[in-house]
């Protein structure tokens, strides 16, 4: 594929990854509220959702979405269900101040299922894939290898953004130690975390 098609399509995705959606609320929510330790699963989950909408577009399987319309419905809606009972966790979470105060971590598994329910219900990601490509990209020439460049170039960009708001959300987090700016914090990231449930669900 051509360089300059990359850098096109990179440089649209950074504006529109970069940009504070559904996905980077829930993202910063749990950082906030629980740290960074185990955040990995999420952010994997994440990036292999917005490799399967950008492959979904690219081989024009859009029609697959719409042939299997309610189990994408049931994923966004396990996903808002899912998001909005960690916004009750996060409200009522105890604030004094120390580790043990801290809501528990989450297994792996469920933190890779609630990052992929994000983004699997998210459909206006694939939207963009499907507005952007075409524009810039003969996907009727388009080969595996070129296929496999921009996953590439997607991923390199997603982990760059993902990676610089987990940075951000965790300096934010160490600077709130006091009770009152942890119960602070808390209902900060329930609002941050029911916002993402209502993004999804609005769409």
């Known amino acids: 594929m051509e360089l300059p098609a990359l850098f096109i399509f990179a440089g649209a995705l950074l504006v529109a990854a970069g940009s504070p959606g559904p996905s980077i609320a829930a993202l910063v929510a749990r950082v906030i509220s629980r740290g960074a330790g185990d955040v990995l699963p999420f952010l994997a989950a994440m990036w292999i959702g917005e490799a399967v909408w950008l492959t979904l577009a690219v081989f024009g399987l859009a029609s697959l979405a719409q042939s299997f319309h309610l189990l994408f419905v049931a994923i966004k809606w396990l996903g808002v269900a899912y998001l909005l009972y960690l916004a009750w966790k996060m409200w009522i979470a105890p604030v004094a101040v120390?580790?043990?105060?801290?809501p528990e971590r989450g297994s792996a598994l469920r933190l890779f299922a609630t990052g992929l329910a994000?983004?699997?219900?998210?459909?206006?990601?694939?939207?963009?894939?499907?507005?952007?490509?075409?524009?810039?990209?003969?996907?009727?020439?388009?080969?595996?290898?070129?296929?496999?460049?921009?996953?590439?170039?997607?991923l390199a960009v997603l982990v760059a953004i993902d990676l610089a708001w987990v940075a951000l959300a965790a300096r934010a987090r160490t600077l709130l130690r006091s009770p009152r700016a942890m119960r602070l914090t808390n209902r900060l990231s329930a609002g941050l975390m029911t916002g993402a449930a209502a993004g999804i669900a609005s769409r």
């Open 98 to 102: 120390g580790e043990e105060a801290m």
């Open 118 to 154: 994000v983004t699997l219900g998210n459909p206006k990601i694939m939207m963009f894939y499907m507005a952007l490509l075409p524009s810039i990209i003969d996907l009727t020439r388009l080969t595996l290898t070129g296929w496999g460049e921009l996953v590439a170039t997607m």
